[in-house]
């Protein structure tokens, strides 16, 4: 059974590094931009919920950080 309209533009394997991957908004992470890379990202000091690690797509994990709000967001439910 095919899946109900998949919400549009699937982008092939284009992860936009400095957007977070689950709301879209700028991650603001030190690492995605080659002027602050150097500096502490304040993805070193915050821990990150699992539930939202599970959350992220395949594509996503390793390339893209997430945003503060979603990394410390709490699993709805
Ligand atoms: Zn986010």
């Known amino acids: 059974m095919p899946l109900p309209t998949d919400s549009g533009a699937r982008a092939a394997s284009s992860v936009d590094p400095a ?7 700028a991650n603001r992470c ?18 990150v919920s699992p539930g939202t690690l599970a959350r992220l797509p395949e594509e996503a994990r390793d390339k893209a950080c997430l945003c503060p ?6 699993e709805p439910g």
């Open 30 to 47: 030190a690492q995605s931009d080659p002027a602050t890379r150097k500096l502490p990202c304040w993805c070193f000091s915050t821990p």
């Open 19 to 25: 957007r977070c991957p689950l709301c879209g908004q």
């Open 69 to 74: 709000n979603c990394a410390t967001l709490d």
